[in-house]
């Protein structure tokens, strides 16, 4: 067999046909050559970024939530929805769990919450929804776009969202989903500050109870940043047992001064309840109106106490120091 040599190297043997490859076929490189890679082919970073895996799970610890936040389910009949959303909550790190009117049944045999054990262990029942959200500075509704009128303001999930979270940031607030056949009554509707409407098809926006619990919560953690760091607001709002005092006062000085009829009175009692609401009060401004409000029940009951205020203001000079 032929024999390829090289100075300084033992015979190596080389088969026939590798001897009759043109010379031109082979790729020689300089000895001082290196290699070099066009400098668009080449993907740089800028040196402060950061790498950011797409697949980067969720994580929060067990005992922790993403913000103060209590799922309320009103009138709940289904246990297999009862199990589905709180199983949801615990996929997303979120323990709260209050129900309304719960069907009781339907409560122990939810069963389909895999992992989902303390969730419903740590449930709380309640006999009305002002009972449930007493605690809670903000209430969001859940409910679809339905044919029926509805008096609060409705936002898509994704804008709504951004009003909670900084909400959130200064105490508990409540996201609040109907009964399964109804959903959320005008009644409920009246204890909201806010509605979020997940956006579905046309003529079909009614979606199943655990599946619209899970999409809300998970909108409410997709931007972590978000969470962590949200927007400040300029003060804490009332909480809900402030506005449900206020609100029982004022509507007993609009029955008692003849404004609320009985023929419309429970529509005016609500509408009171929503204007309280959208009015964005501060606790020390819901606490003067309250005081307001028992000042002119005590005129109303007592005529010593409005002889009194009138003969103050008669007396009182023209031009009075503020």
């Known amino acids: 067999m032929p024999l390829r040599t090289r100075v300084g190297a033992k015979p190596v043997p080389v088969h026939p046909r590798a001897l009759a490859r043109p010379q031109s076929a082979t790729a020689v490189r300089p000895q001082n050559a290196t290699a070099v890679r066009p400098q668009s082919a080449t993907a740089v970073r800028p040196q402060n970024a950061t790498a950011v895996h797409p697949l980067v799970p969720y994580s929060i610890a067990l005992d922790q939530e993403p913000i103060p936040l209590c799922v309320v389910l009103v009138s709940p009949r289904n246990p297999l929805n009862i199990g589905a959303a709180a199983r949801a909550m615990s996929n997303f790190g979120f323990h709260q769990l209050r129900l309304v009117n719960a069907y009781e049944v339907a409560f122990r045999e939810a069963r389909s919450a895999v992992n989902a054990a303390a969730v419903l262990q740590q449930a709380a029942c309640f006999s009305s929804l002002s009972e449930a959200v007493a605690d809670c500075g903000w209430v969001m509704g859940a409910t679809g776009l339905q044919a029926r009128e509805v008096a609060a303001p409705v936002q898509r999930l994704e804008r709504a969202r951004a009003l909670l979270l900084r909400q959130a940031a200064h105490g508990r607030v409540a996201l609040v989903f109907g009964s399964e056949k109804h959903g959320l009554s005008r009644q409920d509707i009246s204890h909201c500050h806010q509605l979020a409407h997940i956006p579905t098809r046309p003529g079909h926006d009614s979606m199943n109870l655990g599946q619209a619990v899970a999409v809300c919560l998970y909108e409410l953690i997709r931007e972590t940043d978000a969470v962590a760091n949200p927007s ?46 959208r009015m964005h009060l501060g606790e020390k401004d819901a606490t003067q109106l309250l005081g307001v409000a028992r000042q002119c029940l005590l005129a109303l009951r007592n005529g010593r106490i409005r002889e009194k205020a009138l003969r103050e203001w008669q007396q009182a000079p023209k031009d009075p120091v503020s």
């Open 232 to 277: 400040p607001l300029r003060s804490p709002l009332a909480p809900q047992e402030v506005l449900d005092r206020l609100h029982r006062e004022w509507s007993t000085v609009l029955v008692e001064t003849g404004y609320a009829k009985p023929r419309v009175a429970l529509s005016v009692d609500r509408k009171l309840r929503l204007l309280l609401r």
